[in-house]
């Protein structure tokens, strides 16, 4: 069970303009061939007025010199109301709990073991003594050339790269990996928890796209609730994780196809060949780069990304699920491009934060909120 609550409009939010939230920066996407013709909108049911919704230039604003592989559409009808700012908030769940916070650091729970990490975000001072935090089982160092373990201190005793993790009830591995990273995004729970109970709720099996997906966890909770799942990442070590988890849990009988590819090409493909989701999570990084060398960057980028997710939506399409991380912006952004890429959809479009609340050694005790990122997802209602 997921421990969350949401924050609704009329509560204060803690976000604002200009502040940045700390997760990895890959690289950015390049379109590469030149313009096709304007793709037709297969967008939601609701979709008012499409046909004479029209195709519009698009300027490159950092003068990139490749064409778009396709216009950009500009949508019409009403922007869809908003819901803002909603603050969804994670007391942890499964394996994982924010332990404590402080002096850009982290002390989280990942099953048997305490981890230190950094965290720009914590400019506050830590609850709990130091020496609990000296005993941490691992601590991220990142202070020697070396890859992988290397950049790992454990106090303790020496543990291994990997080791079993369990949340929302798959099974998934935990690793120590050179980026400091373990292999899960816990602040994305919420957002799976809700998926999932879209797809339980549901009376047909639903079809989820997971695009930028890592190492494959919410594409094993979509799969495990009923859906039949599109995974997509352009890193093959990501993917062969991904399956390693699918694996560890026994789960190689449910349906995810494992993409290895650039996000941006894939759901082009998709869109000419009228293939769409029900669900599109998307949670792309600032810089980014496909397995061909293609180039990512969100401020570039987004906006063509999303049109083209709203135009690979089903027509019962149930929501379009943006993150953004480590970029210098505020919700407000993500949010008024998913309302004008939503127009005529009907609908809403919620965005805000997504948090981290602190919850002690006993995984209970209610702390501080930390920050991860910024979130606007669309609904149907
Ligand atoms: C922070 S991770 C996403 C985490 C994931 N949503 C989760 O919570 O498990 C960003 C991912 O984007 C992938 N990526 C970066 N550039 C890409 C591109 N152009 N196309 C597809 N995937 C890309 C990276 O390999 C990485 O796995």
């Given amino acids: 069970m997921v421990k969350h609550r949401e924050s609704r409009p009329g509560q204060r939010s803690s976000a604002g303009p200009g502040r940045t939230n700390d997760r990895r920066a890959d690289a950015g996407y390049k379109p590469g061939k030149p313009p096709a013709k304007p793709s037709r909108d297969q967008g939601p049911a609701r979709d008012a007025g499409k046909r004479s919704e029209r195709a519009v230039e698009q300027r490159d604003p950092v003068g990139a010199a490749s064409a ?13 109301p908003e819901r803002v700012p909603v603050i969804l908030e994670s007391l942890g769940a499964g394996d994982f709990h924010l332990i404590d916070t402080g002096n850009g650091l982290k002390l989280e729970q990942y099953g048997p073991y305490r981890i230190v990490r950094p965290e720009g975000q914590a400019l506050w001072q830590p609850t709990l003594p130091a020496h609990i935090w000296d005993n941490a089982d691992a601590i991220f160092t990142g202070d020697t050339e070396e890859d992988g373990m290397g950049r790992w201190r454990f106090p303790r005793q020496v543990l291994g790269e990997t080791w079993p ?3 929302l009830g798959v099974d998934f591995l935990g690793r120590f990996t050179s980026f ?9 729970i919420v957002h799976w928890e809700w998926m999932k109970q879209q797809i339980e709720a549901s009376s047909r099996p639903l079809k989820v796209l997971n695009l930028f997906g890592y190492t494959g966890v919410a594409s094993l909770v979509a799969a495990a609730a009923g859906a039949e799942v599109t995974h997509v990442d352009a890193s093959k070590k990501a993917i062969g994780w991904g399956r390693e988890n699918q694996a560890l849990g026994r789960m190689e009988d449910l349906p995810i196809r494992w993409i290895c590819e650039d996000a941006m090409k894939f759901i082009l493909r998709e869109e000419r060949r009228g293939n769409t989701y029900d669900i599109i999570l998307t949670d792309p990084p600032k810089f980014g780069r496909g397995p061909n ?3 990512w960057h ?5 906006p063509m990304m999303l049109d083209i997710c709203r135009a690979i939506s089903s027509p019962q ?3 379009l699920v943006l993150t953004a991380y480590s970029i210098r912006a505020s919700f407000y952004s993500i949010h008024e491009l998913m309302r004008e ?3 005529g959809s009907g609908g809403a479009v919620e965005s805000g934060e997504l948090v981290i609340r602190e919850a002690g050694l006993d995984g209970k005790t209610s702390g501080r909120a930390l920050s991860t990122s910024l979130f606007s997802r669309w609904v149907p209602k």
Avoid: K, N
């Fill in 68 to 80: 778009p592989e396709r216009p950009l559409i500009a949508r019409i009808g009403d922007r869809p």
């Fill in 165 to 167: 993790l369990q949340l």
């Fill in 180 to 188: 400091r990273h373990v292999g899960v995004f816990p602040e994305q």
């Fill in 293 to 295: 060398g293609e180039v």
């Fill in 298 to 302: 969100l401020f570039e980028h987004l």
């Fill in 317 to 319: 399409a149930l929501g």
């Fill in 341 to 343: 890429t939503m127009r």
